[in-house]
């Protein structure tokens, strides 16, 4: 079956700018993660959705950040006015259910470039 | 704030031999613990896990030992193969929590030399 994935693979862009970020979870999954990997570190969560709903938003850097997942299976993360520091590769995970014991799908992730 | 620490940046192995990944991690609400695996331009994959009410699990080739006291994790590979040769991520999930909020460390390059 088909795994997560995430549109666009590669994105650039001028700071500034506003950038959204694309994540198709594994189908019927209702647990959605975001997770941002900056060079030579390992994922930072981001955001998590149960549903439609984001259950916990509390790794989001600050208010230029935002996410949805207004139907309950693809999400969109929204990065408003970008700056350098948002260059980083966004990852976006689903699982069956939310607990601490069901497997995170990865996708390949969204390579972000902010000149 | 590092909550978990991989202090190896790499590692290199012969194939067959063992291969040994550490972990430690600061925050005692830490009750879950997680290895994943990443190749260049894919998302990471799930390798093995371990409760805080174990000390072992193994899986195949794969074993990960536990030591509450010490707050430390490692992950053990035998034999070492060619295709382990990737990224390992040890990652941790806090004790309360009704879903799945990893904390991850800053990785371990393993190289496997055939």
């Known amino acids: 079956g088909a795994g997560v994935s995430q549109t666009p693979s590669n994105k650039v862009t001028e700071k500034g700018k506003y950038v959204e970020l694309r994540c198709d979870p594994i189908s019927g999954h209702t647990a959605l993660y975001w997770y941002r990997q900056s060079l030579g570190q390992g994922p930072e969560f981001l955001i998590y959705?149960?549903?439609?709903?984001?259950?916990?938003d509390s790794g989001l850097p600050n208010d230029r950040f935002f996410a949805v997942r207004p139907e309950g299976s693809v999400s969109t993360l929204k990065i408003q006015r970008t700056e350098r520091g948002d260059s980083a590769v966004y990852l976006c995970a689903s699982s069956p259910l939310p607990g601490p014991a069901d497997t995170q799908y990865f996708g390949p992730g969204t390579r972000l470039t902010v000149l | 704030d590092q909550q978990v620490k991989q202090n190896s940046p790499s590692l290199s192995v012969q194939e067959g031999r063992i291969s040994i990944l550490n972990c430690d991690y600061t925050?005692?609400?830490?009750?879950?613990f997680l290895w994943y695996k990443k190749y260049p331009a894919e998302g990471p994959t799930f390798l093995i896990s371990?409760?805080?009410?174990?000390d072992k699990n193994e899986d195949g080739r794969f074993t990960v030992f536990l030591n509450k006291s010490a707050k430390h994790l490692s992950l053990h590979i035998v034999p070492s193969q060619p295709g382990d040769s990737a990224v390992y991520f040890c990652?941790?999930?806090?004790?309360?929590?009704?879903?799945?909020?990893?904390?991850f460390g800053q990785g371990t390059i393993l190289t496997v030399h055939p």
């Open positions: 990652a941790a999930n806090a004790g309360g929590t009704s879903y799945g909020k990893l904390t």
């Open positions: 959705f149960q549903g439609t709903g984001a259950a916990d």
């Open positions: 925050n005692s609400m830490f009750d879950y």
């Open positions: 371990i409760s805080s009410i174990k």
